[in-house]
């Protein structure tokens, strides 16, 4: 594992007390210089990060950067979502370099971030704006044994998923708005795409798009946003530490996979209609050009809406958009 | 309720390994057709009995061949995948239930028109269904020969979406 991952693992463990320099270059297997050298590096990064000659070096504040080292230090033995953690700077969608991972074979479970995305992208060639720093801007690859058309069933998990890591690690409580996307009153604070590579009968690979409105401001959205895009430094009033968020997201995610592999979709699926906001409320839906009114009463055992229409027959709803009516 | 229904629910009558199953007697006893229903389900194959696989894999026509030939002969390719049309073509199917997009987006040109060759690997629309986007491949080289479902509507699970020719 690389030095970075383990010298923040041992400061992190390390506390106030923090870990001294001889023992990490021990245990390292590399020379105290080394190790100097690497903590040097991480304080240009924007570690603090203390040396004190009885403590040895001191983690005092971290920066909030993603740090792929770092998140990896933070996440410790995960089953599969998490075990390898790229970021990049920028990038055109998070979506796209799994991708081409994908195509490349590689093995489930990698996590890709972006600071920023120049071509985020929401359904249907809709962009999704991502700005430097203020957001998880995130992929996931995954290769799950199963027929294309369970492939609904991982939206499912995956906005459970989201849901609790941002009520661990901030105390919201957000909603989800069928199918996934992330909530706080009628206001979008994360957004789910997931785009599949299947042949008739198994999947190839899906890739998992995230899209969390961590710490942008109001202000900074377009006027015509505003009344629809919240963020959780909003809905909290203060700044929400991302790397911490991003830690929990991957934690959620390895955890509601890991059930799901194992069979207990129901169970997913019961939290997530406990979740869900869209149920007992008057909706628009949108699929083309076609435009239905109803309420949406049920969700299925797939997780499809069930919509009574104004003529008063029940519609099952498996994609377009829904609009919530005021 | 739909086949996609029971495919994927755990407590289910049939699952895909029991129709592979299906179709390879299909194939064994040179069964062109099976039907199969009970309580909560119904399930229909049929397999293009009027054409035989060429050794490199690629359909072709000939119905007295067909006639005549010995069993081992007659498709020996997966019946599933893409079944034939009246006149030879074949299909490209849905492999979910959701919504049939021709384009990535409502502005953007389709991924495929008529008339226009494609490849194994030619993306030729997109279904979605909860948010999941599948982009459908042609799985095989041939001319798009017809566009069978409407874009933005929804289709269901085996659905043929396009006509095409092999070639």
């Known amino acids: 594992m690389h030095t970075d991952v383990l010298i923040l693992r041992a400061l992190r463990a390390g506390g106030v007390n923090g870990a001294s320099g001889a023992l990490l270059a021990k245990e390292l297997g590399v020379s105290r210089a080394a190790v100097w050298n690497r903590i040097e590096e991480l304080r240009r990064f924007g570690y603090d990060i203390e040396a004190s000659p009885h403590a040895g070096y001191v983690l005092r504040a971290s920066p909030d950067v993603l740090h792929g080292e770092d998140l990896l230090a933070r996440l410790g033995p995960v089953r599969s979502i998490g075990r390898d953690i790229r970021v990049f700077a920028e990038t055109t969608s998070t979506n796209d370099v799994v991708e081409k991972l994908a195509r490349d074979g590689v093995a489930e479970g990698i996590v890709v971030f972006a600071e920023s995305q120049t071509k985020g992208r929401g359904r249907l060639g809709r962009t999704w704006l991502s700005p430097a720093g203020q957001g998880l801007w995130c992929s996931v690859l995954l290769r799950p044994r199963l027929a294309p058309q369970a492939a609904t069933q991982l939206t499912v998990i995956t906005a459970v998923a ?3 890591a941002i009520e661990k690690h901030t105390g919201l409580r957000p909603g989800i708005k069928w199918p996934n996307d992330i909530v706080f009153g009628d206001r979008k604070a994360a957004g789910i795409l997931l785009e599949l590579g299947a042949e008739l009968d198994h999947i190839r690979h899906v890739i998992l798009g995230i899209g969390l409105d961590v710490n942008l401001r109001s202000a900074d959205l377009p006027e015509e946003l505003r009344d ?4 959780l430094s909003e809905q909290a009033g203060e700044p929400i ?5 991003a830690t929990a997201l991957i934690q959620e995610l390895d955890t509601v996979y890991t059930r799901f592999l194992a069979g207990d979709f129901h169970e997913l699926s019961d ?5 869900c906001v869209t149920l007992g409320r008057r909706v628009t839906l949108h699929v083309g050009d076609r435009i239905v009114a109803g309420r949406a009463e049920a969700l299925d055992d797939e997780g499809a809406l069930l919509l009574r229409t104004e003529h008063g027959r029940l519609e099952r709803v498996v994609g ?4 919530l009516e005021k | 309720m739909g086949v996609s229904h029971w495919l994927n629910t755990k407590n289910s009558a049939v699952d895909l390994k029991e129709i592979k199953a299906i179709i390879d007697l299909m194939k064994k006893n040179s069964l062109a057709e099976f039907e199969l229903e009970e309580k909560d389900f119904k399930i229909k194959l049929k397999r293009p009995i009027g054409m035989v696989s060429s050794p490199a894999g690629t ?4 119905p007295e061949l067909t006639a005549f030939a010995p069993l081992s002969r007659q498709l020996a390719s997966s019946a599933a995948p893409v079944s034939a049309a009246s006149n030879g073509d074949a299909e490209i199917k849905s492999p979910m239930i959701g919504t049939f997009y021709r384009a990535p987006s409502p502005d953007a040109a389709p991924y495929a028109e008529v008339g226009v060759e494609v490849g194994p690997d030619t993306v030729v629309c997109i279904i979605e269904a909860m ?3 599948n982009e459908i491949k042609a799985e095989r080289r041939g001319i798009i020969t017809a566009v069978v479902a ?3 509507k929804p289709v269901e699970f085996g659905q043929p979406l396009f006509r095409i020719r092999p070639i």
């Open chain 1, 162 to 164: 989201v849901a609790r």
């Open chain 1, 228 to 231: 629809v895009v919240t963020s």
């Open chain 2, 131 to 133: 948010k999941v986007m």
């Open chain 1, 271 to 275: 939290e997530w209609m406990r979740r």
């Open chain 1, 241 to 245: 530490d991302r790397p911490g968020l």
């Open chain 1, 320 to 323: 377009g958009d829904v609009i």
């Open chain 2, 59 to 62: 359909m072709v026509e000939d």
């Open chain 2, 150 to 152: 409407e874009n933005t």
